[in-house]
């Protein structure tokens, strides 16, 4: 079923692809100027993307309040859709900062995600607004709370998709070992001022020296957003910059001092050998 599921949605990328980037323009437009609320949205300060954590309050309020519709308790369940309306906001506003720094395919998942949410607000604010008013457009509230939740459920299951089986939003390095071993880098040299690509076995690293003898630093030069090489970066007051989306990582510990990414780096240790040559290892975490 779940595959069906999976090509109903890829065949929607006929008008979600346009209306994906159109939206992402208009939302690109929107934060240029507003990064500290941007990063904020995020999640940068959080170390977890905001979105999924508060996708839960709209999800539980909702389905309360379809509990309470079929029992007939009307107060309670318009308290539940005005709380689910609220959840719904705050979602939606911290899924617009993650849309902007979204492509491809994930862009096309998440456009339906927003469109079936969307709809589910329509429907939702709707009822709650049948529900202020005379008792006789109850029924016709309940309804379209039902049809908001199903709108919902079918939101939830393309963002899933998004998350699990796209992996947007993921950590690029969750799957990865660390190991106190020192291994030989594939480089001896390390000029000052410029980052530099490196490889320890199979993993890239990006070195980066401030000044002639000065430490060597080194972060795995895969970005932790999305995937993006942090050697092809700049070096911005002690960070390095990813080239794709701007996120900051500190070269001395890996934290992100700037979005999208909410995940710090991993960073490595680099020490000199007897014969000349760079090794380097995974170096324990450090606490912010």
Same mark, same amino acid.
């Given at each position: /079923?779940?595959?069906?599921?999976?090509? *109903?949605?890829?065949?929607?990328?006929?008008?979600?692809?346009? *209306?994906?980037?159109?939206?992402?323009?208009?939302?690109?437009?929107?934060?240029?100027?507003?990064? #500290? @609320?941007?990063?904020?949205?995020?999640?940068?300060?959080?170390?977890?993307?905001?979105?999924?954590?508060?996708?839960?309050?709209?999800?539980? &309020?909702?389905? $309360?309040? &379809?509990?309470?519709?079929?029992?007939?308790?009307?107060?309670?369940?318009?308290?539940?859709?005005?709380?689910?309306?609220?959840? /719904?906001?705050? +979602?939606?506003?911290?899924?617009?900062?993650?849309?902007?720094?979204?492509? =491809?395919?994930?862009?096309?998942? &998440?456009?339906?995600?927003?469109?079936?949410?969307?709809?589910?607000?329509?429907?939702?604010?709707?009822?709650?607004?049948?529900? *202020?008013?005379?008792?006789?457009?109850?029924?016709?509230?309940?309804?379209?709370?039902?049809?908001?939740?199903?709108?919902?459920?079918?939101?939830?299951?393309?963002?899933? !998709?998004?998350?699990?089986?796209?992996?947007?939003?993921? !950590?690029?390095?969750?799957?990865?070992?660390? =190991?106190?071993?020192?291994?030989? @880098?594939?480089?001896?040299? $390390?000029?000052?001022?410029? #980052?530099?690509? +490196?490889? *320890?076995?199979?993993?890239?690293?990006?070195?980066?020296?401030? &000044?002639?003898?000065?430490?060597?630093?080194?972060?795995?030069?895969?970005?932790?957003?999305?995937?993006? #090489?942090?050697?092809?970066?700049?070096?911005?007051?002690?960070?390095?910059?990813?080239?794709?989306?701007?996120?900051?990582?500190?070269?001395?510990?890996?934290? $992100?001092?700037?979005?999208?990414?909410?995940?710090?780096?991993?960073?490595?240790?680099?020490?000199?050998?007897?014969?000349?040559?760079?090794?380097?290892?995974? +170096?324990? #975490?450090?606490?912010?």
């Amino acid at each position: /079923m779940h595959r069906h599921i999976n090509r *109903l949605i890829d065949r929607q990328a006929g008008w979600a692809k346009p *209306l994906g980037e159109q939206a992402q323009h208009a939302l690109g437009e929107v934060f240029s100027t507003r990064r #500290p @609320l941007k990063d904020l949205l995020n999640g940068t300060w959080f170390g977890h993307p905001v979105h999924p954590a508060l996708t839960d309050v709209p999800v539980g &309020a909702m389905t $309360v309040a &379809a509990l309470f519709d079929l029992t007939g308790q009307d107060g309670a369940a318009d308290v539940a859709v005005a709380t689910g309306l609220l959840g /719904m906001a705050g +979602a939606a506003a911290t899924g617009a900062a993650d849309a902007v720094d979204t492509y =491809g395919r994930p862009q096309v998942y &998440a456009t339906v995600h927003a469109v079936c949410m969307t709809a589910s607000f329509g429907a939702y604010a709707t009822s709650f607004l049948l529900r *202020l008013g005379p008792s006789g457009g109850r029924p016709l509230a309940k309804a379209l709370a039902f049809a908001g939740y199903a709108a919902m459920t079918a939101g939830s299951y393309v963002g899933g !998709d998004l998350t699990y089986r796209l992996g947007n939003q993921v !950590d690029r390095h969750a799957f990865e070992a660390g =190991g106190t071993k020192w291994k030989a @880098l594939d480089v001896r040299e $390390v000029p000052a001022g410029k #980052p530099v690509r +490196a490889k *320890l076995g199979n993993d890239a690293l990006v070195l980066y020296r401030e &000044a002639d003898g000065a430490p060597i630093q080194a972060l795995s030069a895969t970005c932790a957003h999305a995937g993006g #090489p942090l050697d092809k970066g700049t070096v911005v007051d002690g960070c390095i910059e990813c080239p794709w989306h701007q996120s900051r990582y500190r070269l001395d510990d890996g934290h $992100v001092v700037q979005g999208p990414a909410v995940f710090d780096q991993p960073v490595y240790e680099v020490r000199e050998t007897s014969e000349g040559g760079l090794e380097a290892r995974r +170096a324990a #975490p450090t606490a912010h």
